[in-house]
């Protein structure tokens, strides 16, 4: 059984361009959440999204940021006009419901040049 | 505002050298407390689930405990491949939403 799929592992981009990050939740999980991991810093929640529904984005950057979930396929997390600030590792995790343990993919390090 | 604190922020050990690791929280209620596994460039990896105060669980050499206001990671004989950061989360009772409340984490390392 295939655990949380994230790539690419590693994106570079220049100032001002989009990066996608896409996730494949484990087999059977239909829960999905984001997570930010800045240098020295912790992981912060961003959004929480079941299949083509965003549940709880209380994290999320009101600019800029955007997730889906769509009925077939990935969840992506789209930044948009990306910035050095946007240099981070970016986790995502999958559960089978809102209240079971969740498991984390190997992340995204996005660096922004 | 809610809040889980660490500590010590980074810990030293002998290898066989038993400690443990302290993850304090402030929630308005606790659903679960969650420990996690962090190696260097990977992802967090899933070790425990705690829900009520009293519970403990344990996995090989490490042992979950928790209390109404903190709970307790402790590592007894560790070895060197026991070295990472240890993550603790917890999930607030009145969030339907699965969302995590992380600490700073500790980093561990154990020297043979």
């Known amino acids: 059984n295939a655990g949380v799929m994230q790539n690419p592992r590693h994106l570079v981009r220049r100032r001002g361009q989009e990066a996608r990050l896409r996730c494949s939740p484990m087999?059977?999980?239909?829960?999905v959440y984001w997570y930010r991991q800045l240098p020295e810093e912790g992981l912060k929640f961003m959004v929480y999204?079941?299949?083509?529904?965003?549940?709880?984005e209380s994290g999320m950057p009101k600019e800029r940021f955007s997730a889906e979930f769509p009925k077939e396929g990935p969840s992506i997390l789209r930044i948009q006009q990306v910035v050095r600030g946007d240099s981070a590792a970016y986790f995502c995790?999958?559960?089978?419901?809102?209240?079971?343990?969740?498991?984390f993919g190997q992340g995204t390090r996005l660096t922004v040049v | 505002e809610d809040q889980v604190t660490q500590s010590p922020e980074a810990l030293r050990l002998q290898e066989g050298e038993s400690s443990s690791l302290n993850c304090s929280y402030t929630?308005?209620?606790?659903?679960?407390l969650f420990w996690y596994r962090q190696d260097p460039g990977k992802g967090p990896e899933f070790l425990f689930t705690?829900?009520?105060a009293g519970e403990e669980k344990e996995k090989e050499r490490l042992k979950a405990t928790l209390t109404k206001k903190e709970s307790f990671l402790h590592i007894t004989a560790p070895k060197p491949e026991d070295s990472a950061t240890y993550l603790c989360?917890?999930?607030?009772?009145?969030?339907?939403?699965?969302?995590?409340?992380f600490g700073q984490g500790t980093t561990l390392q154990v020297k043979p």
């Open positions: 989360a917890v999930q607030e009772f009145t969030s339907n939403t699965g969302k995590l409340i």
């Open positions: 995790a999958s559960s089978r419901d809102w209240n079971t343990e969740a498991f």
């Open positions: 705690l829900y009520s």
């Open positions: 929630v308005s209620g606790l659903r679960g």
């Open positions: 999204l079941q299949k083509e529904n965003i549940i709880d």
């Open positions: 087999k059977g999980h239909s829960h």
